[in-house]
């Protein structure tokens, strides 16, 4: 609660409040902070909405019964806060949905399996570093802030979890001139992380234009910073697209 630390006038919104022990301490916060405000939940969970509405006073939050994958976040006021214990099978589906809705966010706080978060924050070079820390760092400034070990849930789950905060980065800092490209050269530079980006972005490149744009034909996509793939990016966007990119593996 006091990495979120709500403030007078924010649209906050919690995805997948489950049993609702955050959803209470949130509600207080937000009409605290701004009486008769609102704070917004989505969740898919009949049940569980159904619990969550006999518990906390309609006055107190706005129950959104839905798939997250699929909900119209334009329906809710910006720039909105996101917040929430993400369900730790799609965890990654949720996060790119964040990603398409990025200007229209303020900062999400979620809470992820650890592994994940180490994915999202890590830099080039380490064993964690992937497509999702390539894309998550390119819309958002990552930070882990809070880690919560399975003493914290009941029952205890086998893994560790970690809050992470994303703040959206200025229009101005995204470079990419075509964020599909963007999202496909990396697909495919990391498709096969064993090897060579001469092999993995032959579609796209062959090693003299890789050397032209200063990228070495014989790193690994794990070696290449976010502004190296947002260069590959650029200069692929003014080239047609290869028949087929490698699957991201």
């Known amino acids: 609660m006091h990495a979120i630390d709500p ?18 301490l949130l509600a207080a916060r ?4 701004s009486p008769g405000h609102r704070l917004h939940v989505i969740e898919l969970d009949r049940d569980l909405a159904r619990s969550l509405q006999q518990r906390l006073p309609g006055a107190e939050i706005e129950i959104h019964e839905a798939d997250v994958l699929d909900f119209d976040f334009t329906t809710l006021p910006a720039p ?7 369900p730790y099978n799609i965890s990654s589906p949720i996060l ?12 999400v706080h979620v809470m992820l399996q650890r592994e994940v978060v180490e994915r999202i924050v890590s830099a080039p070079g380490s064993g964690d570093y992937g497509r999702l820390s390539v894309m998550m760092q390119y819309r958002f400034d990552a930070e882990a802030v809070l880690e919560v070990g399975p003493h914290a849930f009941r029952p205890a789950p086998k893994v560790d979890s970690s809050v992470v905060r994303l703040v959206p980065r200025p229009a101005d800092e ?3 001139r075509d964020i599909g ?36 034909p014989q ?3 794990e070696d290449l910073p976010v502004a190296a793939f947002v260069r590959l990016a650029n200069a692929a966007a003014t080239a047609a697209p290869p028949a087929a990119a490698p699957r991201d593996g």
């Open 96 to 107: 790119f949905r964040l990603f398409d809705i990025a200007p229209r966010l303020l900062d």
């Open 7 to 24: 403030r007078p006038g924010d649209a906050l919104v919690e995805i997948g409040p489950g049993m609702g022990a955050l959803t209470g």
């Open 80 to 86: 909105l806060r996101v917040v929430g214990n993400l």
């Open 181 to 216: 490209v963007l999202s496909r050269v990396v697909q495919a530079a990391f498709g096969q992380r064993r090897k060579m980006l001469r092999n993995t972005l032959r579609g796209w490149f062959d090693p003299a234009r890789l050397a032209g744009l200063d990228i070495d």
């Open 174 to 176: 995204l470079a990419a």
């Open 219 to 221: 790193a690994r996509a």
């Open 30 to 33: 937000v009409n605290a902070a």
